[in-house]
Each structure stands twice: as structure tokens, then as C-alpha cells.
């Protein structure tokens, strides 16, 4: 069993940063997702295993940078030009196969997720 552990939300106004970790055991491709109120959860980033891969969302491209430490087991969002459409429960995600990367119904484990407000 793998467990996932978001951590780094909160609340920030528009245009500010934040940078979200996951905490995360074994040797699998690493997704951030989001959902907010009312809405259907959607992609926002992935990377592959080895950290070569990476692929964002057209909302956030630009703007967001995933990245990983292996040695530290954690998954990184960097979040910049923050805007209130943002908002949102992020949750990090772990897939075997990078194949599905986009589709949620691929990831195998997920985590509790972190509120991201972004304040206009």
C-alpha cells in the first residue's frame, strides 16, 4: 500500500506562489489533480518515475512546475501567477503505467488532497 501526503495549500492572493509537496514511497509516475467546488476533478501535471517526462495541463502550463526528488520520496507543484480560477482541492496521485498519465481513473493511490484558495 502506498500513502500519499499533500501538504504546502492555503490561501493566497492573485498572482503570489505556493509550492505543494507530496510525500510519497515507491517507484511510481506522480500526478497532481485538481477539483474544485462543483466541478469534476481534472489533470494539472505529471512526471515520470525517473523525473525525465513531465506534461501540465493547458490551464497551467507555464505558470506550474512539477518536479521530483527520489531521494527525498517527495513530488513537488510549483505554483506561480496564481489566479482565482486555481482554486481548488489538489491531490497528488501515483500511477504504474505513464501511458494513462491523463486519465484519473489510472492512478492507483491517491492523497487526502490540500486546499488551494486563491483570493482576487
Known amino acids: 500500500q502506498v500513502q500519499l501526503v499533500e501538504s504546502g495549500g492555503g490561501l493566497v492572493q492573485a498572482g503570489g506562489s505556493l509550492r505543494l509537496s507530496c510525500a510519497a514511497s515507491g517507484s511510481y509516475h506522480m500526478g497532481w489533480f485538481r477539483q474544485a467546488a462543483g466541478k469534476e476533478r481534472e489533470f494539472v501535471a505529471v512526471?515520470?518515475?525517473?523525473?525525465?517526462?513531465?506534461a501540465y495541463a493547458d490551464s497551467v502550463n507555464g505558470r506550474f512546475t512539477i518536479s521530483r526528488d527520489n531521494a527525498k520520496n517527495t513530488v513537488y507543484l510549483q505554483m506561480n501567477s496564481l489566479k482565482p480560477e486555481d482554486t481548488a482541492v489538489y491531490y497528488c496521485?501515483?500511477?504504474?503505467?505513464?501511458?494513462?498519465?491523463?486519465?484519473?481513473?489510472?492512478?492507483?493511490?491517491w492523497g487526502q488532497g490540500t486546499q488551494v484558495t486563491v483570493s482576487s
Open positions: 496521485a501515483a500511477a504504474r503505467y505513464y501511458s494513462g498519465r491523463f486519465d484519473a481513473d489510472r492512478y492507483e493511490y
Open positions: 512526471i515520470s518515475w525517473s523525473g525525465g517526462n513531465a
